[in-house]
């Protein structure tokens, strides 16, 4: 069965203190991993996707990269304004179209 | 820039009435979906669309759900009879593409079952 498990469920950062989010996954064959970005009462934002070990993505002080495994969500410098719940979801090809979220990580940025 | 528009944003109704949750995606979009977030817990795909058909569900999607595009630009989601444990926010999204999948969500529906 394809899992997503992301680590750590709530990360509390200073402003300008750089961080890493992580998300480990077990599909039967990968087909895409997508970061989303997620505001309270509102829908996930698309970020980023990944589709071979080795991708990296960069947008802004984010940073996406991939490996076999798992995939980190890399944040440098980051700003109050970042704070969110930042999703990571995978499409393998058991399936024809779904995507599978992980439970998120609550990201609070201090000023 | 284009967005997927949902409506209502909040639904109240009580258990046992029939409810339809309104999305409009985006233009140029293909595949379209529903996917539910119960409160503190992870977003669930519950149906994928695509040619007017059915492409794929989930567990979840049993026959008290139906889909529906009843014209060329809005796609609905019916609950017959509500239960309590229907309350969550429900999303909806699309793609223009299946093999790159990207899709993109709308803001949400919260449903309320009394």
């Known amino acids: 069965e394809d899992q997503v498990t992301q680590s750590p469920e709530a990360l509390r950062l200073q402003e300008g203190e750089s961080s890493s989010l992580n998300c480990s996954y077990t599909?039967?064959?990968?087909?895409?991993l997508f970061w989303y970005r997620q505001d309270p009462g509102k829908g996930p934002e698309f970020l980023f996707t990944?589709?071979?070990a080795g991708e990296e993505k960069e947008k802004e002080r984010l940073k996406a990269t991939l490996t076999k495994k798992e995939s980190f969500l890399h944040i440098t410098a980051p700003k109050p304004e970042d704070s969110a719940t930042y999703l990571c979801?995978?499409?393998?090809?058991?399936?024809?179209?779904?995507?599978?979220f992980g439970s998120g990580t609550r990201l609070s940025i201090r000023p | 820039e284009p967005e997927v528009t949902q409506t209502p944003s909040h639904q109240v109704t009580q258990m046992g009435q029939e409810v339809i949750l309104r999305c409009v995606p985006i233009?140029?979009?293909?595949?379209f979906y529903w996917y539910r977030q119960i409160l503190g817990q992870k977003v669930e795909f519950l149906v994928s669309?695509?040619?007017?058909?059915?492409?794929?569900k989930s567990e979840i999607f049993d026959d008290q759900f139906s889909v529906e595009r009843p014209d060329g630009s809005n796609f609905t989601l019916k609950i017959r009879s509500t239960k309590l444990e229907d309350s969550a926010m429900y999303f909806c999204a699309s793609t223009p593409d299946s093999s790159l999948n990207i899709q993109y969500f709308g803001a949400g529906t919260r449903l309320s079952v009394l």
């Open positions: 233009s140029n979009h293909l595949y």
């Open positions: 599909v039967s064959g990968l087909r895409g």
């Open positions: 979801a995978v499409h393998s090809y058991s399936s024809a179209s779904k995507i599978i």
């Open positions: 669309f695509y040619n007017n058909e059915i492409s794929e």
């Open positions: 990944l589709y071979s």
